[in-house]
């Protein structure tokens, strides 16, 4: 199949439209990374995002609508929580965990499960495409499963060209990492994967009367790999290095990690470093990626899933990484970077190694 990456201009929103109502699959930007959509309500529509991701068929995928109006066909919005959570954050980067009603959407969208992952998009062409099409859109990231989101047209492209028919470009997207996702039912609120919307936000927004559960670490590790979601069970963001988180005191981590490169290198590995701004310079690798500020985790958010794609171009075989601390949106950063380095971390005292 040839893949066509288009700008994403009001002509090409509309072929787009076209193509999902008539069955088909199509990549487009969002504010968070780019998903590769198809018509919820269709088994053989959805079943050609399984295919082309190459992705198991027991993990949900969230319905993207472009209205409250849509919302309320595929999902049941008796509790006040939901609402509350709607009217705050959306459009923006929450999936909201929801009863499903009954046939609103193929079984294979919410792998059978009785609730379904619904979100309303920021992204104007991303709200475009689905008013255009007038169904409910389901849409995971658009990369080749166990591959880092992407986060830029180019980056579909690499995962997927010949496998799809299209690609909306619509430049970077700004949040670079993926939804928050909150599980609202029976009034119990439960964070499922922590995103761009972060705890306090959802813990404010929902007032004193509910209590945000959140497992932290490996609690939130093991809540995630529990049926309850079920998506987290499988290898995701992967490079093809291998990646070791190294987190503690900075000087100790800059130690630890300046000796072990040097190691690996004198060995004959490729090696590399993903560190923030304040020690990038510190280190001596084949490439060095830095995230940007530790203090503002938004950066390290936008640039997380490139960089990683960066080590895989650059053919490495070994990437330590540094940490960030683990709040506000640090946390959604870190649980990407456990999930990369398939959950391999190094914790430092605060003395340093003694140097060989
Ligand atoms: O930002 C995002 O959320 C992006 C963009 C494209 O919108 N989409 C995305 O989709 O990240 P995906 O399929 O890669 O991740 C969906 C996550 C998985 O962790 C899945 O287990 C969870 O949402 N999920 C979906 N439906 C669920 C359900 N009914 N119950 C529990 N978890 C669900
Ligand atoms: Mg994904």
Request: aromatic share 4%; with cysteine.
């Amino acid at each position: 199949m040839e893949t066509s990456v288009r700008q994403a201009d009001r002509e090409a929103i509309e072929d787009a439209a076209r193509l999902l109502v008539s069955g088909e699959v199509v990549a487009f930007p969002t504010e968070t990374v780019y998903g590769l959509g198809a018509d919820a309500r269709s088994a053989t529509a959805v079943a050609r995002i399984y295919a082309a991701k190459g992705r198991p068929s027991d993990n949900p995928l969230i319905v993207h609508v472009a209205d409250m109006e849509q919302a309320e066909q595929v999902a049941q919005w008796t509790d006040p929580l939901a609402r509350r959570l709607a009217a705050r954050f959306w459009p923006g980067p929450l999936t909201l965990v929801l009863p499903v009603l009954p046939g609103a959407v193929s079984d294979l969208v919410t792998a059978g499960l009785d609730t379904v992952g619904l979100r309303m998009p920021s992204h104007s062409v991303a709200l475009q495409l689905i008013a255009a099409s007038g169904v409910p859109v389901a849409a995971p990231s658009a990369n080749r499963s166990g591959r880092p989101s992407p986060t830029q047209a180019s980056h579909v492209e690499q995962d997927l060209d010949g496998r799809i028919p299209l690609i909306l470009d619509g430049g970077s997207c700004g949040m670079g990492l993926e939804s928050t996702v909150v599980r609202v039912v029976d009034g119990q609120m439960h964070l499922l994967r922590p995103g761009g919307i972060t705890t306090g936000q959802l813990q404010e927004a929902a007032g004193p009367d509910y209590r945000l559960v959140v497992a932290d670490g490996e609690e939130l590790h093991q809540a995630e790999a529990a049926p309850r979601s079920p998506g987290v069970k499988y290898t995701h963001y992967a490079p093809k290095g291998e990646l070791v988180l190294v987190d503690g005191p900075r000087v100790a981590v800059q130690q630890w990690i300046g000796a072990e490169t040097a190691q690996a290198s004198a060995a004959g590995w490729r090696v590399g470093v993903l560190a923030f701004e304040d020690s990038a310079s510190f280190y001596k690798a084949d490439l060095v990626v830095s995230c940007g500020s530790r203090q503002h985790p938004e950066q390290a958010a936008q640039r997380l899933y490139e960089a990683l794609r960066q080590f895989d171009e650059q053919h490495i075989d070994k990437i330590w990484a540094e940490t960030c601390p683990d709040e506000g949106l640090g946390m959604a950063v870190m649980n990407r970077l456990r999930k990369a380095a398939g959950h391999r971390v190094l914790r430092m005292s605060a003395a340093p190694p003694r140097p060989q």
